[in-house]
């Protein structure tokens, strides 16, 4: 069963966090103390990191999405925000996109409709994994996760030494989770409230596949955080942070 971990007042309203893969709900730490002020805020980890076991996959998007929806009833959580980067805005569109109802605002960070041109590296990463295991991944994330040639802040550092911790199957289901999302032809059906958020020097979901969400989500617009990669939160904490609460506090 995924973990969720929960913090703030409890008749707050709620916001989800959702997480990239290869990072824990610990990806969130940098915003927390700007959040709780508004909101009962709620993490989870996916299948295989932080504190989640790795069921035997295949996984899905969708399928991990409805995992989420479940821990949330467990919970009593009705209706919430969310905002998700990377994996988790791909779990976040599925959600705001089959229970519209239940989400009243969403951030997509550093996330896209499709993750790549075609599926095919993303099963050789996850074949990748299962032959030698997540030691590797530091290595490989450092220039994805960061922006080069700048030194990479301590939260960060703990990030990508916390990827050779995680469980080789729950990540490359989650690699093959990836491969399979394409949200392309549905975007113009989200009627969820919607800001994206991209990096400026992203290489795993560029500005151009943040652009790709804003011109099929009806409303949606574009704050795009100058020197910061793919995990953009930990790079930039605080303009994310005002780029997250711009958004949802206006709801
Ligand atoms: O690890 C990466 O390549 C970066 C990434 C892309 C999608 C995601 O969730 O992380």
Known sequence: MINFVVDGDAQAPVLV????????????????????QNFRVVRYDLPGHGDSPAPTGPYSVAGLAAEVLAGLDRLGIETFAWCGLSMGGAIGQRIALDHPTRMSGLVLVCTSATFGDSPGPWHERAARVRAEGTGFLPELSRDRWFVLDEPVPPHGRELLQAL????????AGCCEALAGFDSRAELPALRVPTRVVAGSDDPATPPAMARELIEGIPGADLVVIPHAAHLANVEQPAAVLQAMRGHLLSR
Do not use: A, F
Request: negative net charge.
């Open 17 to 36: 966090l959702g997480s990239s893969i290869g990072t824990s709900h610990h990806l969130w730490d940098p915003q927390l103390p700007g959040l709780v």
């Open 164 to 171: 050779s911790t995680i469980d080789p199957e729950g990540y």
